[in-house]
């Protein structure tokens, strides 16, 4: 079994790819950075760091942004989920954007209907950053733009190849000889793409930082999972845990589990080790691991816990 601190990702350590998708040269989106923390994600930068490499059945990953600076309309075939780690953010989805929007504050965590494109961006005051979990080892088989976004990358030197990875002719490069450009999608393939207003989408697809905290006062709540706040199979299910949720006992999980702290200090305790894990810091607890988490010091304590389970990978279930 590897060493625990091979599979702790810390927040002060995290790696970023400035180049990581389609709109990297686009004004207003050109000062974004992706973060691949594990598995494969979707970048479609040869540059992008993966920190850890396993495939447990979902992916993890997070994107950064100074304010006003937005990540463009796209969408994904499996489950994309994030919670705000720092800073306050405006999630918008639909065609162009204008369907329906919603601002997440710190904690908060938005389950996004798959079907949707969908786009965010920091309106705080700070550089800000969102975590993400993307169902699936390849994260859905990579992204799918909104026509507007491939043809306003083009403009500023972005081309990217019908086999997902992204040329710069800004540094001379062109797609090889057999690779056309990606084509943009039919109005057939648009017209399928879901509309949902705001009202469709808060109710199934949002819970918020405080009202888990009250919930959590016993027991960790399920917040995405088949009988979880948000109900969904997505192939993985999130829980939230503050200071009361769980007993300091050694224990294991049967699934590839990952602990992500949202407040506060943790303390992560093994068989024959411990360690302590900060808010923004990714662990991966492998499957069979004997472990207990605590606080490890007085105040507001929170963190997200993500685990692998036995449905396949693919469509959001509730409906929008």
Known sequence: MTNIQDRIVRYGEL???????????????????????????????????????DQIGFNIGAAGQPPRVRNSLHDHNTAEVFFVLRGKWRFFWGRWGNAGEVTLEEGDIFNIPTGVFRGFENIGTDYGMIM???????????????PQVIEDAADHGLILGENGVLYDSKKGDTPPHNVNPMPLMSDEELAKRAEPTTMDVLPNHVARYWDMMALSDAQPIKVIGADGLLEDKPGFEVEFLSRNSIADELHSHDKSTVVMPMRGHWKLRLQDSETIL????????????????????????????????????????TGT
């Open 15 to 53: 790696k970023p790819c400035k180049t990581a998708f389609i709109d990297a040269h686009t004004p207003g989106s050109d000062q974004k950075e992706n973060f691949t923390i594990i598995g494969g994600g979707v970048s479609e930068s040869p540059d992008q760091h993966v920190h850890i490499a």
């Open 132 to 146: 993400a979990i993307l169902g699936g080892n390849d994260a859905g088989g990579g992204v799918h733009w909104a």
């Open 278 to 317: 900060n808010p923004g810091d990714t662990c991966l607890i492998n499957p069979g691991e004997v472990h207990a988490i605590s606080p490890s010091m007085t105040g507001e304590a929170s963190l997200y816990r993500v685990r692998t389970t036995n449905d396949p990978a693919g469509l959001t279930k």
